[in-house]
């Protein structure tokens, strides 16, 4: 194909074609931000959290009339035996958090007393005996909590438990030349011994700010006596809905001094995940539709504009075809010129691209753009290119070779 | 002549409607994307007190010195809360106009009807001036008075929704609620009072949040009575008593503080004060650094805190990334549109109408293009602010809003945007050799 005098005409369409590669270069720019964008949120809307979601409920409980101490660790044991006997639950505990729940504790984990040279960060759940086989964590090491060992803590109490259970990587990170169990870690002023190591138990916050450390998390076995408290229910399988509405009438039948929320009280962890990812996911839908939008204008742009430069040039077009030319190399002609003004689009898109990331990574904070997302940009919009060109071109293919003799 | 206009530019419109529905649909797309983003960036990045927010100052205080920045924060900014001992030191000292310490707060209320259950409420634990410093709008009575402070009275301020769910919206000053097993008067209700953000505790909120500002007690009264904190705590080290009572002697942080500030010089005035405040402490041991203080008036404290989230200036980014793309179209789509009539240009010409004619020709066919898409952006802008909650946080989503304002902004910005498009389209049309486009025919 002669691009010479491709280039010959495009001269003569300076404006024009100027205009259609700074629409794909700014497309383009777009979009791949965007594109990057939307998987960083579906790969975080499908984090596995490490427990048995399909099979959890969680019951979101507030004591009323300010119990004191004693009287809420009757009422949470009174709760607690309630929930087991109700037909379809499993196994239950109480806790102050649960992965995804986007609240709790977090405290600094050292090899010494020092709170100044903690090693990283971890998220403290409160854990009974029953809280492993309830959340279904794989004790890949040692030993689960004995019923003896789980303690008891006030409100603003502190927590300085004996005995941890710990998550595989938090032991990995602390000691990675030998095992973690029966080795002291510091949580608080006393040393705790880990006595048990779980595969895999992602930190209750959800936030990227938290990424750092969401791995580490740590078990400790005690029941928080706080007027709010967290039941999670293991549920016989496929018995979820029902146990849903069971477990609220239950718990009302028993003691009538309590609120458990008529919206959000009773939750199955599809609805926790939902709510705990609703932002992440709106976002992917927004850069989705934004994207399908602007991919569908720059595409209707070139139709458009390609359309109209088509029948600015039926005369030369036919002078073409009356010395010789054939349909395919008309057609030809128009997709190499789109093809010429795409590339330059996306050479200055990269760019613009690339800017794009550099600056968001400055502002929001954003990772820096893979070069896949790039590519993957290039490939569609020079695609989108030749699709939108295609139609004109082949009308211009069938210019007769007589409109050479007319006059416009 | 403007109506000869306005007729050409429908009849050269109506000439190829498949290019002219084209721009007006990118037109309104760009224009729908933008607005509806906008309007929920203008939400969130709003005034929640535009009438005083350059009075309001948070004053932090850094009471953690070396060990408190341990976690990569750089800016060597100080604890972004206060300890107890530090917000009862400021509220003694009295040195603002108006001051308030305040925690956030969620108690049970037992209806009296005994067949109802408990509500859980949220509020604050504040001081009697929170309500002067915040213009708090009060339906009925009005604050508690300092004397009521300092005698740590059973006293409440209750917001306008949990006022009808407890009363049935009616006059209850005077009446009791039982808070938490506890009798207490109320002295005032507000008027549905929910400020966006919630600017006097935007530690605990994040600005932003579903939750409720249903009641507000004297501040010394709730830590009397030991009321939990419901908001965040943190603490540099472990406390060395436990308990709440450990929790007032530590330095741990949990409580906001406000103070309301005449002019810049009382600015100052505070300013040293507090620099002062913290040599006093250094003297007297309890803080071995320089004093390392901050007081931001609302508008710095509200940026200082990532009130508005970056998805939703991302968002906008992108959006107005959208419209521009849509110009560039629109503008390239006008070009040959325009030249394309260069035969009819120079015939124009050559009958004496001058370039200026031209110009105005060819902006009016762009500003039409331009307001029929801004009436059909104005629709999708609509449909997207009433789908927006579809997609975002529906604390901040609800916010958005379409009043007369935006609607306005929507059509200029749709006009003018368009004009700017057509501005290079028509220079160039302009420019066209009469004699050249009469002589090729």
Redesign the interface.
Known sequence: MQIKPILAALRHHKAGTLLIAAQIALTLAIVCNALFIIHARLVRLHQPSGIDEASLLVIGNQWAGKPGSDQMASLMAADLDTLRKVPGVANVYATNTFPLGNGGMALGVSHSPDKLKSVTTSGIYFADENALATLGLKLVEGRNFRPDEIGQLDRQGYVKPDVVIITRALAALMFPQRSAIGQPIYISAKPSIVIGIVDELRTPWVDTSFAKWADYSTLIPYRELTPIVQYIVRVQPGQLDEVMHRVRAALYAANRLRVISPKDGVRSFAQVREQAYRDDRGMAILMSGISVILLLITGAGIVGLTSFWVGQRRKQIGVRRALGATRHDILSYFLTENLLIAVGGVVLGGVLAIGLNLWLMKQFELDRLAPGYLLAGVVTLLLLGQGAVLAPALRASRVPPVEATRSI | MLGYYVDLAVRSLKRSP??TA?MI??IA??VA?SMTSYSVFRAVSGDPIPWKSAHLYVPQIDMWGQ?GH?DGSSNNDPPDAMDYLDAIALMRDHRAKYQSAMYAI???I?PPDASK????VGGHAVYSEFFPMTDAPFKYGSGWSSAEDTQRAAVVVLNGEINQKLFGGGNSVGKTVNI??KDYRVVGVLDNWSPKPVFFDVVNTGGFTTGHEDVFIPFLRAIDIGM?NNGNTNC????KS???V??QQSTCVWISFMVELDDKAAAAAYREYLDGYARDQKQAGRFSWAPNNRLRDLHEWLDSEHVV???T???L???L??L???L??T???L???FL?RS?EIGVRRALGAPRMAIYTQFLIEAAIVGLTGGVLGLLLTWIGIHSVS????KEIASLARLDIGLLLLTLLVAVVATMLAGL?PTF?ASRVQPALQLKS?
């Open positions: 498949g290019l084209l649909l990118a797309f760009g994307a060990k341990r969620s108690p049970s037992v259950h408990p509500i859980n938490d097993g939990p540099s080290e472990i406390p436990s308990g709440f450990g929790l989230p970056s998805d200036q991302i968002s980014v992108v959006a990334g959208l521009v793309v849509c560039v179209n503008a390239g789509l070009l040959a549109k394309r035969s579809w997609v975002l946080p290079y160039r025919n």
